[in-house]
């Protein structure tokens, strides 16, 4: 039914279709009884898990970008999803970058995309998160608005925090969009020190902690996230997401000439999955060495089951995916945490 439904979206624009078919989902789940069709055609697979002091339904997380203004929490909820991260979030609503801003590459199972946090801002969001259901773990993705210097950029992160920390079960900071100019620089240590000391010390946080995570680039030199170690340690961050989006175009069957064409924007799908395993096997072995270890979040190029069963040996707690539910549907959400949930009972 879904390759039926691709092949109608895969002719507009990608954008376009994005919307459409979010628009057209949540439009089904009002008719009555389309909710017990959807939880037939794709049930929710029950793994519970309890991790950062939250009790996840499954490891299955629909990743940042998809939903960046939380309007169809209940969408991600009936395909059988047990986390979702919604933004990035700005502090204030920005429109992101000129269209056409998202491509798709077929050939490689892919996606190219500039958006450029495009987002209604934290106080929009946050008024819809008051209404978000139970029984699914909402993480926020923050980052700064692009007219916002990266010497102010902090700034940004704690408002974002402040105004979501009621409505959400975990942060995620995003220094590592290769959309927003310069983003990537702050992906460094004594940005990151300072950052994590005053979201420690806002009031809210110290009434209540909520977990924090950073997410990174597949585009690091290991010199430079090892760089990060003794900071994320100190603060005892609580996870790593791994990865964002790359910017690396080498081994695409899509020619040169159209990847031209299209210009710059964070690559992900098919392509990424080597770039991100790696990444995620390798923090975990430094992790190990230096005798901290966050959870790790694996993302990027997960589309089917057993990629995403690969990425829990490798040591993630959880998954998240983007491009491979464009590619293969919301089947791929059933398929992801049966083949998790599968992996753990081979293995016990
Ligand atoms: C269209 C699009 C928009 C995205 N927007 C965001 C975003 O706002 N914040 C973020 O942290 N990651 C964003 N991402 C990155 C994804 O969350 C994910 O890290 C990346 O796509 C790799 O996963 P995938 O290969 O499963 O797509 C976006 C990805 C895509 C394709």
């Not at 999803?81 to 590459?105: C, D």
């Not at 923050?142 to 409505?167: C, M, S």
């Not at 710059?264 to 096997?281: F, Y």
Request: aromatic share 8%.
């Amino acid at each position: 039914m879904y390759l039926l439904l691709r092949l109608v979206m895969f002719r507009l624009d990608a954008e376009r279709a994005h919307h459409l078919t979010l628009k057209v989902a949540s439009l089904m789940l009002r008719i009555p009884g389309m909710a017990w069709l959807w939880a037939c055609l794709w049930p929710t697979v029950r793994d519970p898990w309890d991790g950062l002091g939250l009790h996840w339904p499954n490891r299955v997380g629909l990743a940042a970008g998809f939903d960046k203004d939380a309007r169809y929490l209940t969408v991600w909820k009936a395909m059988g999803f047990g986390s979702v991260e919604v933004g990035t979030l700005t502090p204030r609503p920005q429109p992101g970058n000129l269209q056409p801003r998202l491509f798709r590459l077929v050939k490689d199972k892919a996606l190219i995309n500039r958006l450029g946090f495009n987002n209604g801002g934290v106080v929009a969001a946050a008024s819809r998160l008051k209404q978000r259901p139970s029984g699914l773990v909402v993480g926020a993705n923050i980052g700064k608005n692009k007219d916002t210097p990266n010497e102010e950029a902090l700034w940004d992160y704690l408002v974002a925090f402040e105004q979501l920390h009621p409505w959400v079960d975990y942060f995620t900071i995003n220094l590592s969009s290769p959309n927003t100019p310069d983003l990537r620089e702050l992906q460094e240590a004594k940005f990151i020190d300072s950052l994590l000391q005053h979201i420690h010390d806002l009031p809210c946080q110290q009434a209540l902690a909520r977990p924090v995570c950073i997410k990174l680039a597949p585009d690091m030199e290991p010199k430079q996230w090892q760089a990060l170690w003794p900071v994320l340690s100190k603060h005892r961050i609580s996870g790593l997401v791994l990865t964002n989006t790359t910017v690396d175009r080498a081994g695409l069957r899509t020619s040169t000439e159209e990847l031209e064409r299209l210009g710059n924007g964070g690559l992900s799908g098919a392509p990424l999955m080597d770039k991100s395993l790696a990444m995620l096997e390798a923090m975990r072995h430094y992790g190990h060495a230096q005798g901290f270890l966050p959870e790790l979040v694996s993302v990027g190029g997960i589309m089917n089951g057993k990629d995403a069963a690969r990425r829990m040996q490798g040591g993630a707690s959880w998954v998240q995916v983007y491009t491979g539910l464009v590619y293969r549907g919301p089947i791929l959400v059933s398929e992801v945490a049966t083949a998790i949930r599968a992996g753990y009972c081979s293995k016990a």
